[in-house]
């Protein structure tokens, strides 16, 4: 373990820095920067826009009185010195101890924390019901939500300010505007926010206050004094207050100030000077950008849309800045975007929306009602979507049971680079169907086989390899799975198992599950996702009344936090050896 810094020595939770002096205070900054630049880059995380919020966490920490008063971080992107300074300061300095807290606010780490928030734009409105509550229950503490890193561009920051603001007693939001999302902001909004800044908030257009905020503003986001004097202002008000709170995203680190989008969130040794990233080959991302490069230049009607995340996709600056009109980043907002591509797909263009598994939760009503009710044919490509060990907020594997659920959604998955290029080209031309594809989250496997499948003719498995007594059904990425299972029955069973590619989540081949009754006893279903309203329910439901036995494999319906992926997999059974044992135990 590193030797904590002095002043960070002393403090140990709000109480403490309430003590700090206003040069120690300005130490602490450097001392919680400096820890998290070197924690960050030693396991990976959201670097820039925890760098911006430092000295703005301290002076809240010094004017309010956590945990009583509320504070509330939206997205949790901006949480880190606030960590450091409610006990938990070791998960930055201590090596050993990098692992131990949440990237997020996480109520089980802490009195501090109020919710587990991962995803953007909830604060307000979280913010608002704690106030509201406290108002019928007769408390008198302050609640305060810290907004930014683009989040006001999301639909529930806008429903949350709407409502706050009419809340008639206390409620602070802090808007951090750092000028950024995660890439560049988007929005008419951030216009005038811009205009704000500009005349150091006096401009008579003023979006906050025409919702009915107390407005204050200022520009000196990284001045403890300053803030601290404000804030002091603002406390125990007894009306909605917004400030307006100007900072730099990747404050203190040169190379995150000069390319705000890159460093928003960096992988492990990213910023050792000896780091070179190696590109593992080609990937999905890239094999997506390439082909609506190509695809653009000859269509003018194709358009590439992004909400607000084009990193996931692997949309670089160069890819939207050669797409030009071609391409739409429309902030945080999943659920415009569905909607914006729907629109988009009755006029005549054809749109393809690339989207993280973990945020097509937000768009559920859109796909449903704006999309698929009325047939039209946007393309949506679904990123990183499976089984994960990732944080609990930003979990992927129940893209499944969202999307192929919908009625009239054709939902693909592919196995490799030739299946997906002709699933994305067919979808791209065809004018019946929403189409969305989940795109492997894997390293790019080219078959080497060209796919000549005519995916119009909807919910046609593919048999790729045939034999008798048990069937396996891979599904996307899990075909490879498939194969590896077939190969260990036949090496410890002298089973000879039928190897199926189902290439469609959203409908079942009858003809060919009614087949493989004659010469099968056991189907065994493999998903990368939750089997909770999944792709294996409905094979199972299918041979319900017959005699077919059926094993579905996938994950439990649970919110795992940062379990390892290896894990999962036993705790799931999903490898070759322990499902040949089920399917041993089974015959």
Not at 18 to 37: C, D, F, G, T
Not at 59 to 82: G, T
Not at 181 to 189: F, K, V
Not at 291 to 296: G, I, R, T, V
Request: net charge negative; hydrophobic share 35%; charged share 25%.
């Amino acid at each position: 373990m590193e030797t904590t810094a002095s002043i960070l020595d002393k403090v140990n939770s709000p109480e403490d820095v309430k003590k700090l002096s206003l040069s120690e205070m300005n130490e602490l900054a450097k001392e919680i920067r400096h820890y998290i630049v070197k924690k960050v880059n030693a396991t990976g995380g959201h670097l820039a826009p925890n760098l911006g919020m430092v000295e703005a966490t301290i002076a809240l920490h010094y004017v309010f009185n956590s945990p009583d008063d509320k504070l509330v971080f939206d997205v949790s992107h901006q949480c880190y010195p606030h960590k450091f300074l409610t006990g938990r300061k070791e998960g930055f300095t201590d090596p050993d101890k990098y692992y131990t807290y949440s990237g997020y606010t996480a109520p089980e780490e802490s009195e501090h924390d109020w919710f587990k928030i991962g995803h953007t734009a909830t604060s307000v409105s979280l913010a608002a019901g704690l106030a509201k509550a406290r108002d019928l229950k007769g408390g008198k503490e302050n609640v305060v939500a810290i907004i930014g890193d683009g989040s006001l561009s999301g639909g529930e920051a806008y429903e949350g300010l709407n409502n706050a603001a009419v809340l008639n007693s206390n409620i602070i939001v802090v808007v951090n505007d750092n000028d950024m999302s995660i890439a560049e902001n988007q929005g008419g909004l951030y216009s005038n926010l811009k205009l704000l800044k500009e005349t150091k908030g006096k401009a008579e257009c003023n979006f906050f206050k025409a919702l009915g905020f107390d407005y204050c503003y200022i520009e000196e986001g990284h001045d403890i004094e300053k803030l601290i004097a404000l804030f002091n202002k603002v406390k125990d008000a007894n009306h909605p207050v917004l400030v307006h709170m100007h900072t730099i995203k990747g404050k203190g680190l040169d190379v995150a100030e000069h390319n705000k989008e890159h460093y928003h969130w960096i992988i492990p040794g990213e910023l050792n000077p000896d780091f070179k990233f190696e590109a593992s080959g080609e990937d999905y991302g890239t094999i997506t950008r390439n082909y609506l490069e190509k695809k653009a230049e000859k269509d003018d009607s194709l358009i590439v849309i992004s909400p607000a995340t084009p990193g996931v996709s692997g949309f670089t600056p160069e890819f939207r800045e050669k797409l030009g009109k071609q391409y739409t980043d429309v902030g945080i907002a999943e659920e415009h975007a569905v909607a914006f591509a729907s629109g988009l797909a009755k006029r005549g263009a054809k749109p393809v929306l690339a989207m993280m598994s973990s945020f097509v939760q937000r768009t559920y009503d859109q796909i449903s009602q704006d999309l698929a009710l009325n047939s039209n044919p946007a393309t949506l490509l679904i990123f990183w979507g499976g089984i994960s060990g990732a944080d609990a907020t930003h979990l992927t594997t129940f893209d499944i049971p969202l999307i192929s659920n919908i009625p009239n959604m054709v939902y693909l998955a592919p196995t490799c680079k030739e299946e997906y290029l002709r699933m994305l080209d067919w979808s791209v031309e065809q004018t019946k169907y929403p189409v969305a594809i989940r795109v492997p989250a894997s390293a790019a496997f080219v078959s080497g086989k060209d796919d000549d499948t005519d995916y119009s003719v909807l919910n046609k498995y593919k048999l790729e390899e045939k034999g008798s007594k048990v069937a396996i059904i891979g599904l996307g990425t899990f075909f490879e799975l498939g194969k590896k299972v077939k190969a260990v029955l036949s090496d410890k069973l002298g089973i000879n198992a039928t190897l199926i590619n189902p290439k469609f989540i959203t409908g079942l081949d009858e003809e060919m599950l009614e087949g493989l009754k004659q010469e099968h006893d056991i189907v065994i279903t493999l998903e990368d996702g939750e089997l909770d309203g999944g792709f294996g329910e409905k094979i199972t439901r299918f041979y319900g009344t017959s005699g077919m036995k059926v094993l579905n494999y996938g994950s439990k319906k649970e919110f795992t936090d940062r379990v390892p992926l290896e894990t999962l997999y036993e705790r799931y059974h999903l490898t070759p050896d322990l499902i040949a044992e089920d399917i041993k135990a089974c015959l």
